[in-house]
């Protein structure tokens, strides 16, 4: 089964969910008949690339990255369809559509094919980037290639020896004097696990570079972004190759490539030495579209354990008829469960799309944002999970596209920061950032939800979010609340998603499909929400790890 892109679920939770009409740009005709005619496309299109990609991975080829010809093939016609441009500034190509929508596409494209979508993703983070922190000039010159889709982009910070620890990151910048009296940069050293980092879908990559200059300080203090760009403006390749392309558990079709640069030319984007800010600006662009991206595939895996489960007769009903194991009950569990976590996290991270386009609630936005990545991400591993339990020994079989989300969808995990780091960083910053601001704003979104809840819900949701605080209280006086962190992310990620749900349900006369929302928002109420009382014991009560936690393992 190919995927379907599930358009009026989208609207729904746009509307009722997020809250989208409250956008200065949203246009309630605009949103159906754009996120439709993307639908069309992606289904008819890039869909039918998924498991062309996952048996044909790029190849080094006289050291250039070569992709499948129906990669190609699929990409001039996005371009020729103009997607890339649709929340673009318009000064520089773009239709300056609300994000929210863009990331609707962006989801769409996930679940029909991850890898293709994997292509995409960083240009539209770098054309944020670039529009934030970039100079006139170079906005002028770069954001048009970008938007039209004649460029495309990476962000390269990991090294061999500097992976979640950037403090470690050796590549150089070093800067040449130019008779016009500007500086003109080369970069020298290696990065590793680059998405998308070479290939042959663009005229040019963009390179993003996280580098130390001479002289700028250690740690993170030393590091600045430049513009490293694949094909000089003279049309010479640039000194930056490609020395693998790495062999994965999944996402065959995206080239994850070591790159070496060697002496590359290079510009500075915004001010030395804040060039982890300014990447951050990247990276939390990412981690919105990594939750939606693993959200996509979710939905994929949903899709095929619905489909599977209507189809398969296995069993009996009173009469002796054999039945569709739809009927039977634990496989009414794990499609609801299913439903829940996935519809559930999709009207989260609107939500959270929606606050950061307003610009109204920034603490907010930054408390939701490391959990929408991580939640979601998770929720979306599960999800795959049970949709290759359902299909029960054919969910094992490539034939059945189920095993193949569970291993594209099992890095999101991991890229755009792990899971455990921003755990980490939800207690150890979040928590008490800004005096409480963030947590407070969390705590005011879970009661203006309960406000609008149905009775059962917001008792349930009440009762979820006083464990919450209760566990919030204890790691705040805590002097090791980092062994604590996951499932804190965790409760935290339940309490969101139920809020989300709770807007959901209150509107679910509105509903395409009415009593869908009504069954999902019970199996959230009744089944995933009682899991805060537990997750708050264990924080209450976390693992007795010893000083000498060595000795453990001896």
């Known amino acids: ?57 790029p190849r080094i080829v006289d050291g250039r990255v070569r992709v499948a010809p129906a990669f190609r093939t699929a990409y001039g016609r996005y371009r020729e369809a103009g997607w890339g441009r649709l929340a673009a500034p318009t000064e520089h190509g773009g239709e300056a559509q609300p994000e929210v929508l863009a990331a609707c596409v962006s989801e769409m494209f996930a679940g029909a094919c991850a890898s293709f979508q994997m292509f995409l993703s960083l240009a539209h983070a770098a054309i944020r980037t670039l529009d934030t922190c970039g100079s006139a000039e170079q906005r002028a010159r770069l954001l048009p290639r970008l938007v039209s889709g004649e460029w495309l982009a990476t962000m ?29 940069w080369r970069l ?16 040019n990559i963009l390179h993003l570079v996280l580098a130390r200059t001479p002289g700028g300080g250690e740690g993170t203090r030393g590091l600045s972004l430049f513009l490293c760009p694949a094909v000089l403006p003279d049309g010479r ?28 030319e290079a510009e500075l984007l915004g001010t030395e030495g804040k060039g982890l800010a300014h990447m951050f600006v990247m990276m939390n662009a990412q981690r919105l579209d990594v939750a939606g991206q693993a959200t996509g595939m979710a939905q994929a895996a949903l899709q095929r354990a619905r489909c599977y489960a209507a189809e398969r007769l ?21 499609l609801l469960t299913q439903l829940a976590l996935t519809e559930g996290c999709r009207a989260l991270i609107q939500r959270t799309g929606v606050e950061l386009e307003l610009g109204h609630k920034p603490a907010l936005v930054d408390f939701l944002t490391p959990v929408c990545k991580a939640f979601a991400t998770d929720c979306a591993v599960e999800t795959a999970q049970l949709a290759i339990q359902v299909h029960g020994g054919y969910g094992y079989l490539r034939e059945f596209r189920v095993e193949q989300v569970l291993r594209d969808v099992r890095i999101t995990q991991i890229y755009e920061g792990t899971n455990g780091i921003l755990a980490k960083t939800l207690v150890e910053r979040l928590l008490c950032a800004d005096g409480g601001a963030p947590a407070q704003a969390f705590r005011d979104e ?5 406000a609008c809840a149905e009775e059962i819900t917001a008792a349930a949701l009440g009762s979820a979010l006083g464990h919450w605080s209760s566990a919030a209280d204890t790691l705040l006086r805590s002097d090791g609340a980092a062994v604590a962190a ?57 693992l007795p790890i010893p000083e000498d936690a060595e000795a453990l393992w001896i």
């Open 1 to 57: 089964m190919d995927y379907r892109a599930p358009v009026e679920e989208m609207l729904f939770s746009l509307r009722h969910g997020a809250g989208a009409g409250r956008l200065p740009s949203w246009d309630d005709e605009v949103a159906p008949a754009l996120l439709g005619e993307a639908a069309r496309f992606i289904e008819g299109e890039i869909a039918p690339l998924d498991p062309l990609g996952d048996l044909a991975p």
């Open 156 to 184: 390269c910070l990991t090294e061999p020896q500097a992976g979640s620890d950037l403090a470690r990151i050796r590549c150089l910048a070093t800067a040449e004097p130019t008779s016009g009296g500007t500086r003109r």
């Open 314 to 334: 296995q069993g009996r009903d009173g009469s002796a008829r054999a039945v569709a194991i739809e009927r039977h009950g634990d496989v009414q569990r794990m």
């Open 486 to 542: 996951a499932p804190f992310m965790r409760l935290t990620g339940l309490v969101a998603v139920g809020s989300a749900w709770a807007r959901l349900e209150a509107a679910a006369a509105q509903a395409p499909h009415p009593a869908r929302v009504r069954a999902g928002a019970a199996a959230f109420r009744h089944w995933l929400l009682p899991e805060c009382a537990a997750l708050a014991a264990r924080i209450h009560h976390p």
């Open 188 to 203: 020298q050293g290696d990065k590793i696990f680059i998405s998308a980092g070479d290939h042959d879908l663009a005229d």
């Open 237 to 264: 390749r640039n000194a930056v190759s490609c020395l693998r392309i790495e062999e994965k558990m999944g996402l065959h079709a995206s080239p994850t490539c070591h790159l070496q640069f060697d002496s590359a």
């Open 446 to 450: 879970i009661l203006d939800a309960c």
